[in-house]
C-alpha cells in the first residue's frame, strides 16, 4: 500500500509550478516545473533552483492536496497559489491540475 506522499496512477497528484515573473537566469519566465505526486518530471520541466523551491514548499503540498484557502493566499480567480524566492527575483504560479 502506497502512502499519500508517494506516486500512484490512481491518485496521480500533478502540480504545476509556471514561473510567471523573473530576473533570474536560472529560472526565466515562461519556465516549468511539473511535479507528479513527489516527484519532478524531468521531460517536462525547466531547470529548477532548489533554494526557491525550498521557499514555495509549503504552497506546493497546498496545490498538491488540493487545499485552497485565502488564509494562506490562494488566489480562486486564477486557480493558484503565488509564490516569490527568497531574493525576490523569481515570482511563481503554483496550481493542481487535477481539477
Known amino acids: 500500500m502506497l502512502s499519500e506522499?508517494?506516486?500512484?496512477s490512481v491518485n496521480?497528484?500533478?502540480v504545476e509550478?509556471?514561473?510567471?515573473?523573473?530576473?533570474?537566469?536560472?529560472?526565466?519566465?515562461?519556465?516549468?516545473?511539473?511535479?507528479?505526486?513527489?516527484?519532478?518530471?524531468?521531460d517536462k520541466s525547466g531547470p529548477i533552483c532548489l533554494?526557491?523551491?525550498n521557499a514555495?514548499?509549503?504552497?506546493?503540498?497546498l496545490a498538491r492536496f488540493d487545499v485552497k484557502t485565502s488564509a494562506l493566499d490562494y488566489d480562486?480567480?486564477?486557480?493558484?497559489?503565488?509564490?516569490?524566492?527568497?531574493?525576490g527575483d523569481v515570482k511563481f504560479d503554483i496550481r493542481n491540475l487535477n481539477e
Open 76 to 87: 480562486g480567480e486564477n486557480a493558484c497559489y503565488h509564490g516569490v524566492c527568497p531574493c
Open 12 to 14: 496521480n497528484l500533478t
Open 51 to 53: 533554494t526557491a523551491i
Open 17 to 42: 509550478i509556471l514561473v510567471a515573473a523573473s530576473k533570474c537566469p536560472v529560472m526565466p519566465a515562461g519556465g516549468r516545473i511539473l511535479l507528479e505526486g513527489p516527484s519532478v518530471n524531468y
Open 56 to 61: 514555495i514548499y509549503p504552497w506546493i503540498m
Open 5 to 8: 506522499c508517494q506516486f500512484d
